[in-house]
């Protein structure tokens, strides 16, 4: 399919130091941005190329045309649809090596339940296999003092075995290694001489809790051949196109190494909706905007997430690949990862989800996607389905090509895919009411049930499908502001431009607060040279199960009291006259990166045309604008559509679009 380039910008000053390519892979496009040292923004899509994610990228690098860049930040979903068992990228086999009498602390998990009274249940499959579960005889206690070594000819036999064996990379976890790593560096010192990749607990997730620590340490070994193959395909590509520096986006909101993220896979689990939930926080920034909610809606699924005064909400971890209902994953579903992450929802709601009917003839949207390959009926590439997208041009939302006209649009065969399951139209409206019933739900997930109000928030749109959405989930929701960027089918990829190269380390129960501030300070400042330092603590009352994390400004355990006892309180709504334990201390080393100019879409004398749509069962004329012919203080009421390369934005009957003076657009709801 031809690309197309879009959305130059010039800026008479410097935005940047360095030619950077930022590089977002969805499920159904892969979304590129150029910012150039002369402050040029170029901006391009490709279909996915999901047997082989990084043939898209290569291609569109060498098609980008004029001076080589030199840097590329990206984020992937490898790690997750590799985790998720899709095609072509199914995790190889992984042993795991662990102390004598905990062989099975995988499969033993927690009795956590998805489903209380579901008789069906069954557990996950366990990444590791029983024959693949090996035990050393060695100890460490709990206070971290060595009782045993590792025996050298323990060590020998059991490489030999893993030789021998299927596995492709080794997980090796032992007993208390997150207080004394002693054992599992010798260990590890020992079966990588094997030719093994080996992944330690100790180096991935330094904490306690034996089942969490266990899977997290599993899951990064089962990915390490996965994304290492992936990283070394694009790392030996890359340099002849004259790119020097290559990162990725984290699930923690910062760039990280392709040389970290592919010893520590389970860094970039989460890397590709962290990206644009950091481009909504600077667009806050810009626009004085200190209350949004980001809302992703791409050709898969639909994110949402907070940002309150520039900051995202984060969590100590998450279950991966397991069950998701109405954007909550269900506990117990999947494999528990203790890792940072941005606090977000996501549900099955994409431009490419398909509507069926179910058993009893409801309609039903979701879970499945027709993704890239080969995707909408509507897109002529051999899809026989309906889908969102096929609902919203039955609708007459989106015109007759996309991508600037070089994807044309069969509404034909989005009429005859919708009309197997009823009269097209009614099954559209219906099919896109249930979509918006589910998006909102996962917005509530993140405001009303974490104690905040949506309607103090300005919903920020984007992703391709997002802005056609955006306006009736606000309706959902009370929401009576809706904010659409400049170029909002490539939001995400400017989040890579705005995002700091970030890592992350931590120190389980430090002995002293103020030692272990210091000892973590010197191990990230030798490894990342003048960054500045975050530092938080997850703590709890003795006696305890759980903990909360508290920011720290100091190393000052007084302060870190009052703290956690007001995070309690908040939280719970008690203290507790108990002692306060400190179980895990981490920090972040940040690096700054120059942020881009803020995107303008380009200069146009078109006027406005009209076509026939739906609205709420009633044919409409829609006045339908191209976004670079609107100015500045423009206002417009709905129904109307302005749309551009990458997206569309449908203002509803009840809804106004103002654009503001960075060309981004505003839908403000009509009081009644």
Known sequence: MRTRTVGVRRQARRASRVDTVALDIGGTFSDFLRLTDEGVVLARKVPTTPRRPEVAVLDALRALGGASPHELVHATTIATNALLGQRHLEVPPVALVTTRGFRDVIEIGRQNRPGLYDLDFHRPRPLVPRRLRFTLDERTGATGRRRRAVQPRELSALRERLARGPARAVAVCLLHSYLNAANERAVGAGLRRGGLPVSLSSDVAPEPREFERTSTTVVNAALLPVVSRYVEALSRGLPPLGIRSFGLMSSAGGLVSSAEAARRPVAILESGPAAGVLAAAELGRRLGLPRLISFDMGGTTAKAGTVIDGRVETTGGLEVGGQSHHGRTARGSGYPVRFPFLNLAEVSAGGGTIVRRDVTGALEVGPLSAGADP????????????????????????????????????????????????????????????????????????????????????????????????ARVADELGIRSVVVPPRPGFFSASGLLCADWRYERRLAFPRDLREGWMRLSRRLLREHPGARLEFSADCRYAGQGSELAVPLRSPDFARLRRAFRAAHRSTFGFDLDRPIEVVTLRAFATRARPRPPPGRPGDSREGPHHRPAVFGGRATPLEVWPRAALRGGTRRRGPAAVEEYDSTTVVPVGWTVAVGGTGELTLLRERA
């Open 375 to 470: 995707g909408p009926a509507c897109y002529r590439r051999g899809g026989t389905e309906a889908t969102l997208t096929d609902a919203a041009v039955a609708l007459g939302w989106l015109g007759d090509a996309l991508l600037g006209g070089t994807m044309p649009i069969d509404r034909g065969a989005a009429a005859r895919a919708l009309g197997r399951l009823g009269d097209p139209v009614r099954v559209a409206e219906e099919a896109l009411g249930l979509a918006d019933l589910e998006m909102a739900r996962a917005i509530r997930l993140v405001t009303v049930e974490r104690g905040l109000d949506p309607t103090r928030f300005v919903l920020v749109a984007f992703g391709g499908a997002g802005p056609q959405h955006a």
